[in-house]
T-cell receptor, first 113, second 112 residues
């Protein structure tokens, strides 16, 4: 596999479920990101990790919990989500966290019922 | 408040002609600008970038122009091909910052 991969590609969950999104990058990058894209809105940055350390948390509700066990893997743990959390969740990586081109995965399309 | 704006939600161009996609920004501190292309069911793909110290960057059929005084950048695609049909996102960042600030995108349709 090359580039940035995300699983699952599609997810439907109820408001009481707990699920996790997975991202893996095969580019040797040091920084990883979670973005959210809602309908008719620009991409919104959620979290940034640099060398497995969270360096930015953009006022994201605690029902979203990121985890970065190493520089190649990033997870987004989801629990007690709301229907308005339905969106496309995109993972990205870059060589370093600051001022670099970011490379995106294909995204996970999430529907919360 | 949105700092990067793409005011045209869609654009239709004939194959072989020039496509010009526009982007405006409000924060004069941005110093790095990028264009991404996105096909349905895929993530954004990096296309081309430009630093604020330049006013033009060219890569094959794609050229990005930056007008700092007008806080405006544009992407030119010449000649346009049907495979260029996609949503194009403009993004801006600070060299000292983590985030890419994205516009809402312009959907380009290149017709044969």
């Amino acid at each position: 596999e090359t580039g940035v991969t995300q699983t699952p590609r599609h997810l439907v969950m109820g408001m009481t479920n707990k699920k996790s999104l997975k991202c893996e990058q095969h580019l040797g990058h040091n920084a990883m990101y979670w973005y959210k894209q809602s309908a008719k809105k620009p991409l919104e940055l959620m979290f940034v990790y640099s060398l497995e350390e969270r360096v930015e948390n953009n006022s994201v509700p605690s029902r979203f919990s990121p985890e970065c066990p190493n520089s190649s893997h990033l997870f987004l743990h989801l629990h007690t989500l709301q229907p308005e959390d339905s969106a496309l969740y995109l993972c990205a990586s870059s060589p370093d966290a600051v001022g670099e081109t970011q490379y995106f995965g294909p995204g996970t399309r999430l529907l919360v019922l | 408040d949105q700092q990067v704006k793409q005011n045209s939600p869609s654009l239709s161009v004939q194959e072989g002609r020039i496509s010009i996609l526009n982007c405006d920004y409000t924060n004069s501190m941005f110093d790095y600008f990028l264009w991404y292309k996105k096909y349905p069911a895929e993530g954004p793909t990096f296309l081309i970038s430009i630093s604020s110290i330049k006013d033009k960057n060219e890569d094959g059929r794609f050229t990005v122009f930056l007008n700092k005084s007008a806080k405006h950048l544009s992407l030119h695609i010449v000649p346009s091909q049907p495979g260029d049909s996609a949503v194009y996102f403009c993004a801006a960042s600070f060299n000292s910052g983590y985030a890419l600030n994205f516009g809402k995108g312009t959907s380009l349709l290149v017709t044969p």
